[in-house]
């Protein structure tokens, strides 16, 4: 038996379970490609059609059942309305809201939100403010743990927006296939960090234009690719809201027909 032997896949049973209870939520971005939406409100804020809440509702109430007890909000543009929401909203886990007094970027503003984390010396969830998703945290943070990594994103393969054409070698069209996986994995926005990443942030600026190829490079970032079925979009258009609205419309009317 190999060391690799030791390391399970995506879909295995992990060797040892380390819960992780602590995350971050990057709540601050303008959304300009969501206007008019947010016009009025940052882009986590923007309700999914038929649902009742925001995004960050959503994000807040799975974080909560993956095991998260506290969530820190990091806050930027309209910061008032996540600050209101969170004052009267009915909370699944202790939400602690933090606010940019400046733009800082990603991996900054990662950096900014993990100094109020209740428990500095322990590993913690992040995921970006407009991610619509719902898979096993659990078995993504197990992954992590597995590989020794100090960082390890989600890795989603989400469908295009055309549809393809089969071709053989001669030239010789044998199919369609309309909006097909991606071929290749992007990043799905959701991470496990270990607690020494942290201090690997950026003070300003984007960590995956210099935390992440670095940890690359020394092989101490992982990747975890969602296991096939889940559900994930981004939600960056009017019309990825519209479509995550159908789409979970379809859902619910799946687990309610006998």
């Given amino acids: 038996m190999t060391s690799d032997d030791l390391i399970p896949s995506a879909g295995e049973s992990p060797l040892v379970s380390r819960p992780v209870t602590q995350a971050v939520i990057l709540a601050g971005g303008h959304g300009s490609r969501l206007r008019p939406y947010t016009d009025t409100r940052p882009k986590p804020m923007v309700e999914i059609p038929g649902t009742g809440l925001p995004i960050i509702g959503h994000q807040l109430e799975w974080l909560a059942a993956e ?18 929401w969170l004052s009267t909203a009915h909370l699944p886990l202790k939400a602690i809201p933090v606010v940019e007094a400046e733009a800082l970027g990603r991996g900054g503003g990662l950096k900014f939100a ?17 991610i619509w998703t719902r898979f096993s945290l659990r078995a993504m943070a197990d992954f992590h743990h597995a590989r020794d990594a100090h960082a390890t994103l989600a890795l989603a393969r989400p469908r295009l927006p055309w549809g393809t054409v089969d071709v053989d ?3 010789n069209v044998l199919d369609f296939v309309e ?12 991470y496990v960090f270990s607690a020494s990443f942290t201090s690997m942030l950026p003070d300003l600026g984007d960590h ?10 020394e092989r101490r970032l992982a990747g975890y690719e969602l296991p096939q079925g889940v559900y994930w979009r981004a939600i960056d258009t009017a019309k990825d809201l519209n479509e995550a609205a159908k789409e979970l419309a379809a859902f619910r009317m799946k687990d309610t027909t006998p």
Wanted: hydrophobic share 35%; aromatic share 10%; proline share 13%.
């Fill in 67 to 84: 095991g998260v007890t506290d969530a820190v909000i990091s806050c930027g543009y309209l910061s008032e309305v996540v600050l209101d």
């Fill in 114 to 130: 993990a100094a109020s984390l209740p428990r500095p010396s322990e590993p913690w969830y992040a995921t970006n403010g407009d």
């Fill in 169 to 171: 070698r001669f030239g």
């Fill in 179 to 190: 909006a097909p996986p991606s071929p290749y994995p992007v990043n799905a926005g959701v």
């Fill in 208 to 217: 995956e234009r210099s935390t992440f190829p670095r940890l690359a490079r």
